[in-house]
Structures are given as C-alpha cells and as structure tokens.
C-alpha cells in the first residue's frame, strides 16, 4: 500500500470548550486514532506490536494549527510515514475539514521502537517491511 491512511469522524460536544472549538489536546488523540488505522492498514496492531515483546511510544510531537474544528464538524485526518529508521518512525499528518478539505493542523510524531525492559530497540524485519515512505499528499 502506498498511500497515505484516512480516518474521519465528527467532533463531538464533549470535544469542545465554551467556545465550540475542539480543545488543542483533542488532536493528539486524533493523530493516534490516525496512526493506529495506518498500522492496521498495514497489517498489524499495536497489540501485535506488544505481543512481539516491543512498545511504539511516542518521543516527540508537534502540531501546527491553522483553523479551528468546531463542534459538529467532519473531520478528515490523513497519515503517511514521511521518514523511517531502524529505530525510529516519523509519521506526519494532516488535520483537515473532511467537507471543504481546507487543511486545519499540520502534525508529526516520532516514534521510538523500546523492548520489553524500556530501552530502545530496532524495529522488527516485518515491521519495517510493512511500512514505507510516502509523499506529503497534500500541499503544505
């Protein structure tokens, strides 16, 4: 598979602040929700990930927000890996209005492959294989 993984939902009112904008720490769960669908695109889970003796965690994260997602929204959230190391992933999104397409956050995460005791492993053969580099499908 080589595009980019895409989940959408509605932003949901427990989502929100007084405002009717999602609250910032919402989009983090997002980019996981995101990253756990690209994964099972992939064939594998989180879980298997675990059972094989390894933990994906996150080692860093940023969001630039452009637009508020405001209560009731579509959302459209886009998950592509943009680097890869034997390490190390860094998976990049795209936060957009699932209906206009207007792009409301721009997102990465890098991810550190750690063994069972917590300390930081190469990623398993099949894992790496399963996963490749895809270009930013969107404009930034």
């Keep these: 598979m080589t595009n980019a993984s895409e989940i959408t939902f509605r932003v949901n009112y427990s989502e929100t602040d007084r405002m009717g904008v999602a609250y910032y720490a919402r989009h ?55 680097d890869l190391g034997s390490r190390r992933i860094l998976f990049a999104y795209s936060i957009e209005n699932g209906e206009s ?27 790496m294989a399963a996963l490749t580099r895809i270009p930013e499908p969107i404009p930034r």
């Design 28 to 82: 983090a769960v997002w980019l996981d929700m995101a990253r756990t669908e690209f994964l099972r695109e992939r064939g594998m889970t989180y879980r298997e990930v675990e059972d094989m003796g390894f933990r994906l965690v996150v080692a860093e994260m940023k969001i630039r927000y452009r637009k508020p997602a405001e209560y009731d929204d579509l959302i459209l959230v886009r998950c592509w890996v943009e």
């Design 101 to 127: 397409r207007q792009v409301l956050a721009k997102a990465e995460t890098t991810m550190v492959f750690l063994d069972a005791n917590f300390t930081p492993s190469r990623m398993p053969k099949n894992v």
